[in-house]
């Protein structure tokens, strides 16, 4: 599925699409995939192979004007959910034999997709509950680790970019709760009838 096209009000802000390239760097390099598996179980720049992709999301490179850089006031969540996001994507896409970035599905329409393809259904909805309790990035993300494994599993795909602007907002307490809420309704949420080709035609965001 292809990103729609940006508007005033729907205006992503760069380092949305830095990430994204970042995303597609991971897939070309396993040398850079390794080092961002590694980040799954470390702290945001403890990973010194991860510093160039942090940076580039961050800043860009050369040719980036200062206005699309992070704003000094962002810089922190940014870099910590952009790291998270990577260490995650990386995890996921191992051994992948189809993409696991797919632009608009959700955490909550993701781990939806994962609960109806396991045989005990209540495992997904539990660590899905305990990661929208979670009242900080930390806690946040050792959840995201258990649930990404399972999607890996059942080969379910997630859109990352989605959820690294989820990550850098979860320390925000009224975006955590709006994000609680929509993630909360979309795993609740009946999914709309579509046929196997429709299914089949699906592409990852470019």
């Known amino acids: 599925m292809s990103a729609p096209p940006p508007t005033a009000a729907n205006q992503a802000p760069a380092w949305h699409a830095r990430l994204a390239r970042q995303l597609k760097a991971i897939d070309r390099d396993p040398g850079l995939a390794a080092a961002c598996r590694r980040g799954c179980n470390t702290e945001p720049l403890d990973v010194l192979?991860?510093?160039g992709p942090l940076s580039y999301v961050l800043e860009g490179d050369e040719d980036t004007p200062l206005a699309d850089y992070v704003p000094p006031w962002r810089r922190e969540e940014v870099c910590a959910a952009?790291?998270?996001?990577?260490?995650l994507y990386a995890c996921h896409r191992q051994s992948a034999t189809a993409p696991v970035h797919r632009y608009g599905v959700t955490l909550g329409e993701a781990?939806?997709?994962?609960?109806a393809a396991m045989p005990s259904k209540g495992g997904a909805a539990t660590r899905f509950r305990a990661a929208l309790s979670a009242d900080t990035t930390d806690e946040l993300t050792s959840?995201?680790?258990?649930?990404?494994?399972?999607l890996r599993t059942y080969s379910i795909a997630l859109d990352y970019v989605a959820l690294a602007d989820a990550l850098a907002a979860w320390q925000h307490p009224a975006r955590r709760n709006g994000l609680r809420r929509r993630w909360g309704m979309e795993f609740r949420r009946t999914p709309p009838k579509t046929s196997a080709a429709d299914s089949s035609?699906?592409?990852?965001?470019?």
């Open 49 to 51: 192979d991860m510093h």
């Open 201 to 206: 035609t699906a592409s990852p965001q470019e």
């Open 111 to 115: 781990v939806r997709r994962l609960q």
């Open 143 to 150: 959840h995201l680790r258990f649930l990404v494994s399972l």
């Open 82 to 87: 952009a790291h998270y996001t990577l260490a």
